[in-house]
């Protein structure tokens, strides 16, 4: 869907822009503000997504700021290496963001987006106005429960596709979508980049209590719905341990990733957050 995201965010208005990095180059979209009273709003994907599914949510903040939104490295438009880890995508998206911001700005990001904002933000904090975060990933996983997630983005057939799907959505779509998700799922999971990723989960470093208090000085908000499938609850517990002045919502009706379940209720809160800060 790499093409046609490209195709639809010209037709609405969007700038494309290419970032060099070292784990290759990276895509960048911006949104200029149809009337601009916020700062800067910063969005970065998970992972197997890109920018494209932030579409909605885009459109709604672009109303009030500048929007910008990347693809990582190996997803979308960026570049794909068959030898790319999650470490160097990681690297990649923090690099890209550091090099295209000119000014403070609100970072929001979920999943791997998550933990691509806040290495983001322990990297750059004179970058950082505010973090929000949606069910990131990043937190210390036991052997089964890394076996478990990983288990989950096996997606060879549509039916795989469509039950990975029904973990990231609170209500999964209905009616021609529904399968157009599942083909285009099945279609991201045969690139050589994606799999190399999700064989590097085992991996993946996660925070240390140590680097997250260094957040402490950033306004965090925490954002964790109440039908979360895809990551285990000890993940919630460490970030509620290791973050304690972020604000922590638990709300009803979110799953993994809030933007795809409601864009309109995610995209007030971010608004009242950049409001505030």
Known sequence: MADLAGILFRAAGY??????????????FEGRA?????????????????????LP??????????VVAIDLPGHGGSESRDDIT???CVAGGVEALASYLREPAIIFG???????????????????????????????SSSTELEELIAKFRIQTPADALRFAELIFYTMPTGPIR??????????????????LIRDVPNAKPFEPEELAHLASIPTYFLWGRSERLLPPT???????NL???TFEEPWGFGHSPQLDSPNDVARRVIAFAHEH
């Open 15 to 28: 700038k494309t822009h290419r970032v060099s990095t070292r784990a290759g180059s990276v895509r960048v």
């Open 34 to 54: 149809q009337h601009e009273t916020l700062p800067t709003i910063a969005l970065v994907h998970g992972l197997s997504a890109d920018a494209f599914g932030y």
């Open 57 to 66: 949510l885009l459109q709604r903040l672009r109303r009030h700021a500048r």
């Open 86 to 88: 999650l470490a160097s």
């Open 110 to 140: 979920n999943s791997l987006g998550g933990l691509t904002s806040i290495r983001f933000a322990l990297a750059h904090p004179e970058l950082v106005r505010g973090l929000f975060v949606a069910s990131p990933a990043g937190a210390p």
């Open 179 to 196: 399968h157009l998700i599942a083909r285009d799922l099945v279609r991201r999971h045969k690139m050589p980049s994606l799999r190399a």
């Open 235 to 241: 993940h919630l517990d460490f970030w509620k341990k």
């Open 244 to 246: 304690p002045k972020a």
